[in-house]
């Protein structure tokens, strides 16, 4: 008796900017990913946007609303109506140097942190161009004693690569380089 309902409701909110989104309006199902715990946790501070936007989507992507719970809504936002769901796998697998390079600062470090509380995903990221040089450029972590892909940075100026000060200098980015 309600199916034809519950059908027009499942198209109107894949077709038409229904969904209340973080930040204010209102997206259509194919503009936003949800985010596990992990992944929300990390980007709570960043954009959906910033956190999806390696998934090679077009357009920007956003996150639902804060107050749509994942608990009561998530089940019905990923299987019914097909909104990507956001992993710290998933992220960690897609970031490329471009996405990183563009980051700021204070999101690298905040990486950082991230991968630290995970060490099978820092053994991944590793993988990745995720070390700040001062020069702005990003490197992989290369395995060798002392900090990876370059070396703390120090007051004195050397033409050896470092690892960019503004990051060097926080307390959880300089615990995931002992790993």
């Given at each position: 008796?309600?199916?034809?309902?519950?059908?027009?409701v499942?198209?109107?909110?894949?077709t038409?900017?229904?969904?209340?989104?973080?930040?204010?309006?209102?997206?259509v199902?194919?503009?936003?990913?949800?985010?596990?715990?992990g992944?929300?946790?990390?980007?709570r501070p960043?954009?959906?946007?910033s956190?999806?936007?390696?998934a090679?989507?077009?357009?920007?992507?956003?996150s639902p609303?804060?107050?749509?719970?994942p608990?009561?809504?998530?089940?019905?936002?990923?299987?019914?109506?097909?909104?990507?769901?956001?992993t710290?796998e998933?992220?960690v697998?897609l970031?490329?140097g471009?996405?990183l390079?563009?980051?700021?600062?204070?999101?690298i470090?905040?990486?950082y942190a991230?991968?630290?509380?995970r060490?099978a995903?820092?053994?991944?990221?590793?993988?990745?161009?995720v070390i700040?040089?001062?020069?702005?450029?990003?490197?992989?972590?290369?395995?060798r004693?002392?900090?990876?892909?370059?070396?703390?940075?120090?007051?004195?100026?050397s033409?050896l690569?470092?690892?960019?000060?503004a990051?060097?200098?926080?307390?959880?980015?300089?615990?995931s380089?002992?790993?």
């Amino acid at each position: 008796m309600f199916r034809p309902l519950l059908d027009a409701v499942d198209e109107a909110l894949v077709t038409e900017p229904l969904i209340p989104v973080a930040g204010g309006g209102y997206g259509v199902s194919v503009d936003l990913a949800l985010g596990d715990s992990g992944c929300a946790r990390f980007s709570r501070p960043v954009s959906w946007a910033s956190c999806a936007a390696p998934a090679g989507r077009s357009g920007s992507r956003m996150s639902p609303s804060p107050s749509i719970s994942p608990r009561c809504c998530g089940h019905y936002l990923r299987e019914e109506i097909g909104i990507d769901e956001i992993t710290p796998e998933a992220v960690v697998s897609l970031l490329t140097g471009e996405f990183l390079g563009a980051q700021s600062d204070e999101w690298i470090t905040r990486l950082y942190a991230f991968l630290f509380a995970r060490s099978a995903l820092w053994r991944e990221a590793r993988a990745k161009p995720v070390i700040r040089l001062e020069d702005g450029s990003q490197v992989r972590a290369v395995r060798r004693p002392g900090p990876p892909g370059g070396l703390p940075a120090r007051p004195a100026v050397s033409s050896l690569p470092t690892v960019r000060r503004a990051i060097a200098g926080s307390p959880g980015a300089r615990r995931s380089w002992m790993r």
